[in-house]
């Protein structure tokens, strides 16, 4: 059993975020020589089996460990070499897969065992960061030892791209920065109020009229495949979100009779409100929606939203008000909006998909046993939320600590660092329901131009908290050297990070 990382032997482990559970490091270190560095299989990998997951991973990665290298001589050869206890390369990542991996880097040659290609290429990801350069140049990995996990297996990015449209390559540079942090999940917010981007195959009006515009601010089918793809290729899921009945009238452009008509004065006004949930019309409509949505994202996992609804909109309806009497549902609008949601959730049941939804749908509802996935998001007592949700036997991603859109300096990692999802009273069985956690960045004041500098190195804080142990990282003096170091890797992997501090780079960001 390796021993856990400790204040005498940090040193090296200080040139990894986010931090490995247990390190044994050495001062022992040998040379590499681009030319004769080579990645290598065993275990289940050979002409047979090859795996394009990795096949992809060993150039990505031989050109982040030597940047813009020149041929020397040839001397002694160093081969890292990857062996998998799983066959797992043509799947994509699930919430259950595991991403243990093991480390051993010793005299010419390195050697890397993971459950499955994701460990694997987590540990790849630390290789790479184990890896520099000295005053002159040259290439040094030091003598290592490294047994490492995550702490929640769900760690997640959410980029809002209904408020402002992001390009493709926007996300896919994303993508890149989040599995150097470690991150597996991509929460994309695909449509909102303002537009509606997502190109659907059955209903192509929902973006020839919802979308900013109907060509250049749209997510065609085969941008989607190639995010799916590109994330898959990095062990990252992308789990789709499709909000509703509240923030849709982007939808009510494209889809008729699908949004709730708003009274005034006992007469429409003209202005509409959330999705109508009296009318057979929107289920069917929704059912056909969410199954194609199901057949395009292949993660077992849809987020349904159900946040911040506006109840007078369905207040000043009659029609509205004659169903809920219907129904005996009286005055309670809560109860309307949980009618709606539990359809919603059953549609994603059938189509063999677990539902997610915003902590608003557990909050005012009493009919709790159909949901799964609880997304804790409002400020104040978050962890008196999270407890309440476990004890209630369900799913939980926190997301209230890491919303990086909210006012404050910044700068001002430390207030993302100093979380601690589960220091809340309950049994072990209810802290094990809390699942991860979930770094948000509404598009409100976010665009192409300034994506990047707001997601990093700040998410890479929570990255640490998602994926470390909390007794060894609970030092914000401690990580503060160490994000430094790691910022100064994102600037020459090409991410835009900004600065923590006052100081500078060896090598600063070049663009292009």
Not at 235 to 253: A, M, N, Q
Not at 392 to 407: M, T
């Amino acid at each position: 059993m390796l021993k856990k990382t400790t204040k005498k032997n940090l040193y090296i482990s200080e040139s990894v975020w986010p931090l490995p559970q247990i390190v044994i490091p050495s001062p022992e270190r040998y040379q590499l020589k681009p030319q004769s560095f080579s990645f290598g299989y065993r275990r289940y990998l050979d002409t047979k089996h090859s795996c394009s997951v990795l096949d992809a991973a060993f150039k990505r990665y031989f050109s982040i460990l030597f940047p813009g290298y020149t041929y020397g001589d040839e001397n002694e050869v160093f081969t890292l070499t990857i062996s998998l206890d799983r066959h797992d390369c043509q799947g994509y990542p699930n919430q259950d897969s595991s991403e243990r991996y093991k480390l051993s880097v010793f005299a010419g040659q390195a050697s890397l065992n993971a459950e499955t290609v994701w460990g694997s290429l987590r540990g790849l990801e630390t290789f790479s960061q184990l890896v520099y350069q000295d005053d002159f140049g040259s290439y040094y990995v030091n003598k290592t030892e490294i047994e490492d996990y995550p702490q929640f297996n769900y760690r997640g990015i959410l980029l809002d791209t209904s408020r402002h449209y992001l390009p493709v390559q926007a996300i896919l540079k994303t993508l890149d920065a989040m599995a150097y942090s470690k991150f597996n999940v991509f929460h994309w917010h695909l449509v909102d109020d303002p537009s509606f981007p997502y190109q659907s195959q059955k209903f192509p009006d929902l973006s020839n009229k919802g979308a900013f515009h109907p060509v250049t601010h749209i997510y065609t089918q085969s941008d989607v495949r190639r995010v799916i793809s590109y994330a898959r290729m990095r062990g990252i899921r992308v789990l789709p979100e499709f909000d509703s009945p509240g923030h849709t009238k982007s939808w009510g452009k494209g889809q008729s009779e699908l949004l709730t008509s708003c009274y005034r004065g006992g007469t429409p006004s003209g202005t509409f409100g959330p999705v109508n949930p009296t009318l057979p019309s929107t289920y069917q409509f929704m059912a056909s929606l969410l199954k194609e949505v199901a057949s395009v994202f292949p993660d077992p996992y849809i987020h349904l939203g159900g946040d911040e609804v506006d109840f007078s909109c369905w207040r000043s309806n009659p029609y509205i008000r004659a169903f809920m009497r219907k129904m005996g549902f009286g005055l309670d609008f809560s109860k309307l909006e949980a009618f709606y949601i539990e359809k919603i959730v059953n549609i994603t049941s059938v189509l063999r998909k677990t539902s997610i939804v915003w902590q608003d749908v557990f909050d005012y509802h009493e009919r709790r046993k159909f949901l799964s996935v609880v997304e804790v998001w409002k400020q104040g007592c978050y962890l008196c939320e999270v407890r309440r949700v476990v004890k209630a036997g369900l799913r939980v991603i926190l997301a209230s600590p890491w919303y990086l859109d909210q006012p404050g300096p910044t700068h001002n990692w430390a207030r993302y660092y100093n979380v601690w999802p589960l220091a809340f009273k309950g049994t072990e069985k209810q802290k094990s329901l809390v699942i991860g956690g979930e770094v948000c960045l509404w598009g409100e004041y976010v665009d192409a131009t300034n994506l990047s500098p707001r997601l990093w190195p700040r998410a890479s804080a929570a990255a640490e908290r998602l994926w470390s142990n909390e007794r060894q990282t609970s030092c914000v003096e401690r990580a503060f050297p160490r994000l430094q170091e790691f910022r100064c890797k994102l600037l020459r992997r090409g991410i835009q990070a900004e600065p923590l501090s006052v100081g500078h780079c060896k090598h600063e960001y070049q663009s292009g």
